[in-house]
């Protein structure tokens, strides 16, 4: 793979001890141009103001590695609606981003890197031309803490692992539990 825009959506904080998605992106950004929407990591106007700094919404972290931190604008969000759209003037921002490396550099493609079926709604906002890949490093249906959010990701991950283009698991036993929704799940360990 060279010369892709893949955008790898974090669940989790860039300096986080489990760095699966960090050692991806840098993978990957070897030969492609990565960004990583880093929406576990989004924060409010104010909270930028509380802590006396400006927004940062684009980190350039390598030479073809970029951090895209989502920003809350509208405030409220402990709305769901306000939630919602904040997340789409975010997405639009992303989705320009995005245009914008398809008229600067030459890409072969774009390919959405998804980790966490609980992300995989930005495949519905980013476009029908990207590739979506699934590699699943976890039980992520574990993660809920009622039975109704336990139900809620494996529906997620029960419609991402159908409509995936290419779903890897890192064990037999995710893939085998993959396997329930489609065959063709391949098995990736790690290291």
């Known amino acids: 793979m060279r010369n892709n825009l893949i955008v790898i959506p974090f669940n989790l904080p860039w300096e986080w001890s489990t760095d699966y998605t960090n050692q ?49 604008l509208i405030p409220f969000r402990r709305f769901k609606t306000i939630i919602d759209l904040n997340e789409k003037i975010n997405f639009l921002f992303l989705r320009f981003l995005i245009k914008y490396f398809e008229f600067t550099i030459r890409l072969k493609g774009k390919i959405i890197w998804i980790f966490d079926p609980k992300t995989r709604y930005l495949t519905d906002y980013l476009g029908k031309d990207l590739k979506v890949i699934y590699d699943c490093v976890d039980f992520w249906s574990a993660a809920g803490m009622t039975k109704k959010e336990k139900k809620e990701i494996e529906r997620k991950e029960k419609a991402l692992t159908k409509s995936a283009d290419l779903v890897t698991a890192i064990s037999k036993v995710l893939q ?16």
């Open 24 to 72: 991806t992106a840098y993978i990957l950004s070897k030969e492609n141009f990565v960004i990583c929407y880093m929406w576990s990591e989004s924060r409010s106007l104010k909270e930028y103001a509380q802590r006396h700094v400006l927004p940062e919404i684009l980190k350039r972290h390598l030479k073809n590695l970029y951090l895209f931190y989502p920003i809350f």
């Open 176 to 191: 085998k539990h993959l396997q329930r929704y489609r065959k063709d799940v391949r098995l990736v360990p790690q290291g």
